[in-house]
């Protein structure tokens, strides 16, 4: 599976971005992300055997992930962010036909990772 990921930039604290991930095959897909000398987390899952929904709790309620099945393109809308926020997001894929919610979060459930593109959230 290849990813390709885009959609990063330079935004104000309260702004938005919208990032996309494009397949080139249908799979459950996340995004994770990882700030400088931080470790790598977790932010948000589309599982495709069921298109359930899943979110850490820092992304809950202000990043959304929705899927554009035609083009093979999960998108991850983030708003009211934060400088915290701040990191290089990764897009992940699976080919599993199901992954349990146990492993939902873990990056060792996806075996497909795109390059990383950049969020800076600065005034």
């Known amino acids: 599976v290849q990813l390709q990921a885009s959609g990063g930039g330079l935004v104000q604290p309260g702004g938005s971005l919208r990032l996309s991930c494009t397949a080139s095959?249908?799979?459950?897909m996340a995004w994770f992300r990882q700030a400088p000398g931080k470790d790598r987390e977790f932010v948000s899952a589309?599982?495709?055997?069921?298109?359930?929904?899943f979110y850490s709790d820092f992304a809950r309620g202000r990043f959304t992930i929705s899927r554009d099945s035609a083009k093979n393109t999960v998108y991850l809308q983030m708003n009211s962010l934060r400088p915290e926020d701040t990191a290089s997001y990764y897009c992940?894929?699976?080919?599993?036909?199901?992954?349990?919610?146990?492993?939902?979060?873990?990056?060792?459930?996806?075996?497909?990772w795109g390059q990383g593109t950049l969020v800076t959230v600065s005034s």
């Open positions: 095959e249908r799979t459950s």
């Open positions: 992940a894929a699976s080919k599993a036909s199901h992954i349990i919610v146990s492993r939902i979060r873990s990056g060792d459930s996806y075996d497909h």
């Open positions: 589309l599982r495709r055997s069921d298109n359930n929904e």
